[in-house]
C-alpha cells in the first residue's frame, strides 16, 4: 500500500504561483511514476503531470511551460507558474506502482481575482 497526501492547494490571482507537495508513505520502493491529476467541477480529471522513476516529465499541453513537476526522494512537487482561472481544480497525487495505481485526498487550487 501507498499512502499520498497533497498539500500547498489555496486561493491565488490569475498571474500568481503556487506549490503544491505530496508526501508518498508506506510501501514506496518500486514507484514507477508519480503523477499529479487535477478535477474542476463538471469535467473529467485530466492528467497534468508525470515525472517517472528514471526522472522523465512530460506535461498536458494546457500547462507546459508554466508547470514543473519534480521529486525529491519520497515527495513530488507541483510548481505552478502564470495560474489562470482555468487552472481551478481539485489537483490529485497519483503513484503507480506494480502497475496498482494509488490516490491521494486532493487539494484545492482556486484561481481568482
Known amino acids: 500500500q501507498v499512502q499520498l497526501v497533497e498539500s500547498g492547494g489555496g486561493l491565488v490571482q490569475p498571474g500568481g504561483s503556487l506549490r503544491l507537495s505530496c508526501v508518498a508513505s508506506?510501501?514506496?520502493?518500486?514507484?514507477?511514476?508519480m503523477q499529479w491529476y487535477r478535477q474542476a467541477p463538471g469535467k473529467q480529471r485530466e492528467l497534468v503531470a508525470t515525472?517517472?522513476?528514471?526522472?522523465s516529465t512530460n506535461y498536458a499541453d494546457s500547462v507546459k511551460g508554466r508547470f514543473t513537476i519534480s521529486n525529491v526522494k519520497n515527495m513530488v512537487y507541483l510548481e505552478m507558474n502564470s495560474l489562470k482561472p482555468e487552472d481551478t481544480a481539485l489537483y490529485y497525487c497519483?503513484?503507480?506502482?506494480?502497475?496498482?495505481?494509488?490516490w491521494g485526498q486532493g487539494t484545492q487550487v482556486t484561481v481568482s481575482s
Open positions: 497519483h503513484a503507480v506502482r506494480l502497475r496498482v495505481g494509488y
Open positions: 515525472i517517472t522513476s528514471g526522472g
Open positions: 508506506g510501501s514506496i520502493a518500486s514507484i514507477n511514476n
